[in-house]
């Protein structure tokens, strides 16, 4: 009990903390800054339109294909090693990134920066685990954390307009090395050192077969998504999902697993896991789709859009900062049941949208969204962090990581497959080019080449049925998350974070 004390009373956890916070930022952020600068470097590097696909998934591809493997290396090799190493290397690879001078070297130089994210963000929610073990500050300390992830991913297209109005297109990976650098130095100082005492060999058979399963899923998805049927994907999609057999299959002989599959015999970890990529599901189309919608059919500046989207960031920080104290107050199911259903009705709002919908209505729906999403994240974080013991902190984090991966991806196919298709369908003024029923950004290109009246009567036919498919994708997405919201009622009853001293198991 005495080293126990000494850790809760560590006097550097809270800058230690910070040092976390940087990396999860930085993560998050360089998941969506690139969005903004596509049309520069695409100006710049020339990809053919399969490379321009590849240059903007190669990195999640990579990230959802190893954060399993990565957890489980962190368990071994140590939590604060492998979060520096990778932090170095995160930083080294963004220079490559900023200065690729051919489409073919930026998509390995994405694919790179994704082994390199795969370590941090992991790692980052172990660390925490280690770093406070009295329960009330963890769960202060996981709704920070949670918090950055949000506000990292929407003040990436608010730093990436800044950036693109002054400098070129590089300059967006740049941002990358200080901080990059102050989280290795500051790190070294702070951050303790935590592994399992007996971790076992990581068995590189269960890394290939984790690996080439999510990354065939996920690519399988997005094809099907993008393209309809065909073969490839279907092989892909085989391939991926005989490799996730193999790997289950692998996982329960082995003696000491890769994963341990016995974390998901606790109601707590699995509800709260299935929790997360659902919601995520809901919501990543949907705010996919936003940023077009405020940019190509509201007409904003990359930066005004990037600001309007703002609210769901204040939201996520202040619910993700009171999570904890709501979970002790009410109950865990009430408050992520609650925030599930507030952003289910915040979406069910946003089913009116269309090309004149006034700013009130959306600054309100996205301040609920990332509201309910701040309460419900940080309180799953906790649960699935809360369930498992400390010295598998690495893979459980990283089973939470790749929850979130996987919905993003279904999510942006199923309901990007539905505001694709319904924006496909426009009907505009006679002789209108394949290439603005293809995409909204197309009709733009097409119809600056077109008679002034003619470009007009595009645009409006173009926009208003790209806000007619944004509408139904938010229907869909307030399905799922009210559906989400009453399982996680269910799923969730008796659950409690802890108020004592931990359990270290």
């Known amino acids: 009990m005495k080293q126990q004390a000494d850790v809760v009373t560590r006097p550097g956890r809270w800058l230690a903390l910070g040092v976390l916070v940087l990396a999860v930022l ?37 990230l959802a294909g190893l ?18 190493i990778g932090a170095t290397a995160f930083g080294a690879v963004s220079v490559l990134n900023a200065y690729a001078n051919s489409a073919e070297l930026m998509i390995v130089a994405r694919a790179l920066l994704g082994v390199a994210g795969a370590t941090l963000m992991p790692a980052t929610l172990a660390l925490i685990r280690n770093l406070f073990h009295d329960p009330r500050e963890r769960s202060v300390a996981i709704g920070i954390w949670g918090a950055a992830a949000s506000a990292g991913m929407a003040v990436g297209p608010i730093v990436g307009g800044v950036l693109l109005e002054h400098f070129w297109w590089g300059s967006v990976f740049l941002i990358n090395l200080p901080v990059m650098a102050v989280l290795v130095v500051v790190g070294a100082k702070l951050l303790p050192e935590s592994r399992n005492p007996e971790p076992g060999p990581w068995d590189l058979v269960s890394v290939a077969l984790s690996m080439v399963g999510m990354i065939g899923v996920v690519y399988a998805i997005k094809e099907f998504a993008a393209h309809g049927f065909a073969w490839v994907p279907v092989i892909a999609a085989l391939v991926g999902a005989l490799a996730l057999y193999g790997f289950v299959r692998r996982q329960r002989r082995l003696p000491i697993p890769l994963l341990d599959l016995r ?193 007009a009567a595009l645009l409006d036919a173009a926009r208003e049925s790209f806000a007619h498919g944004v509408s139904i994708a938010a229907g869909v997405g307030a399905v799922v998350l009210l559906s989400t919201a009453v399982a996680a009622w269910f799923l969730l009853r008796g659950q409690e974070l802890s108020i004592s001293t931990e359990n270290e198991h």
Not at 50 to 59: K, M, R, S
Not at 68 to 81: A, E, F, H, Q
Not at 354 to 382: K, N, R
């Open 26 to 62: 930085l993560v998050a952020l360089d998941a969506t800054v690139l969005g903004l600068a596509t049309p520069f470097l695409s100006e710049d590097l020339k990809p053919s339109s399969t490379q321009l696909l590849w240059i903007g998934d190669a990195y999640s591809f990579v």
């Open 67 to 84: 954060l399993v493997s990565m957890g489980s290396l962190g368990d071994r090799i140590g939590r604060k090693r492998i979060l520096l």
């Open 263 to 455: 974390l998901f015999r606790s109601r707590g970890f699995s509800s709260a896991v299935l929790a997360d990529l659902l919601t995520i599901l809901g919501l990543s189309g949907l705010i996919f789709f936003l940023s077009q919608f405020l940019q190509l059919v509201q007409d904003r500046r990359p930066i005004e859009a990037g600001l309007a989207e703002l609210p769901a960031a204040i939201g996520a920080i202040v619910a993700g900062l009171l999570a904890g104290q709501a979970a002790r107050r009410f109950s865990v199911r009430a408050v992520v049941a609650g925030g599930l259903g507030a952003i289910g009705l915040a979406l069910a709002a946003l089913t009116t949208i269309s090309h004149d919908t006034g700013y009130p209505l959306l600054g309100a729906a996205l301040l609920v969204v990332g509201a309910g999403a701040g309460f419900s994240f940080t309180v799953t974080a906790d649960v699935i962090l809360a369930a498992v013991p400390k010295e598998e902190a690495g893979a459980a984090s990283a089973v939470s990581e790749t929850a979130y991966e996987l919905g993003a991806a279904l999510g942006i196919a199923l309901l990007g497959s539905i505001v694709t298709g319904v924006y496909r369908d426009f009907t505009g003024p006679a002789g209108t080019p394949e290439a603005a029923h293809e995409s909204l950004g197309g009709a733009v290109e097409v119809a600056a080449q077109l008679p002034p009246e003619t470009a």
